[in-house]
């Protein structure tokens, strides 16, 4: 069997700088993925089966054709041969939450399956399952351009830690996107990472995520998630993540997310939160491993 993590992307900014004839908007964003991921897990089989599994998996029953069903089958289709594997999803990112989960569970299946049947995952083929998928096949931060096809490395300072809330709603990225009103924003990718957690929170302060007031608007909790993130001890900027409903708040050091995490549950039990790094090397390994 071959198990592919799928981390959890967050968007550190993100403007909307543009849109195309198509009606898809193009983005500058800064990407990082969090030590928080799915897994996806392929073993031989006579047909293609997907069981689902994990905290967040009756969010998924009623969906009639899963995107890692969908990458598996554009990746055989691709190839020219007959999709047949036994797929799992263990669930632990939540579901509709800005936080590229379904991408990630995509881009997992793709390398998986690029393992289990020894074929190349084609140029074109992670865009062409959606938006998110491309800067996911990657799993390391990146800055993204276009409609998020156009990627390139970023570097992130270790000793980065996040503070992740989402307050129990799903927020449908299509309905974010059509009530976002407003001019468009410039560009605002920059060339030198700053050093530490403080320094990269101050930097990213003169950035924003254009996506925000639209979320706020479909779904009012999310300022009040963005409220309790900030007035959080240690949190050095609170902002929502894609196209919501999560927020994160940056941390220096460990401790302090934990911390953050801890009092956010006490405050809010009923919402789910998460603490832990960015790009963590005790994080799980974003290759396939075979057991």
């Known amino acids: ?45 006579d047909d293609l089966t997907l069981a689902i599994a994990g905290p967040f998996a009756a969010a998924l029953a009623d969906e009639p054709d899963n995107l890692v069903l969908r990458a598996a089958r554009a990746l055989a289709a691709a190839h020219r041969i007959r999709p047949t594997a036994r797929l799992t999803l263990t669930k632990a990112i939540p579901v509709a939450a800005g936080l590229g989960g379904s991408s990630a569970d995509a881009a997992a299946a793709l390398r998986a399956l690029s393992e289990l049947w020894s074929v190349a995952i084609p140029e074109g083929l992670a865009i062409s399952l959606g938006a998110d998928v491309p800067a996911c096949l990657a799993g390391q ?21 996040l503070v992740l809330v989402n307050p129990g709603v799903q927020v449908p990225t299509a309905e974010i996107f059509r009530r976002r009103q407003g001019a468009f924003s410039s560009p605002a990718r920059f060339e030198r990472m700053p050093g530490d957690a403080l320094a990269l929170a101050a930097l990213l302060g003169e950035r924003r995520n254009d996506l925000t007031e639209a979320a706020i608007e479909c779904a009012p909790i999310v300022a009040d998630a963005l409220r309790l993130v900030a007035a959080t001890k240690g949190c050095l900027l609170a902002r929502m993540s894609g196209s919501g409903a999560t927020v994160f708040g940056i941390c220096a050091s460990k401790a302090e997310a934990a911390e953050a995490g801890e009092t956010i549950a006490r405050v809010r039990p009923a919402w789910w939160s998460w603490s832990g790094a960015i790009g963590a090397p005790e994080g799980p390994l974003l290759t396939p491993s075979k057991d």
């Open 141 to 161: 931060p990146l800055f993204l351009s276009g409609i998020g096809e156009t990627v390139a490395p970023a570097p992130v300072p270790p000793g980065i830690f």
């Open 1 to 45: 069997m071959i198990r592919v993590a799928a981390p959890a992307k967050i968007n550190l900014y993100l403007h909307v700088v543009g849109r195309r004839a198509d009606g898809y908007h193009l983005l500058d964003s800064l990407v990082v993925f969090a030590d928080l991921h799915d897994e996806v897990a392929a073993a031989p089989a």
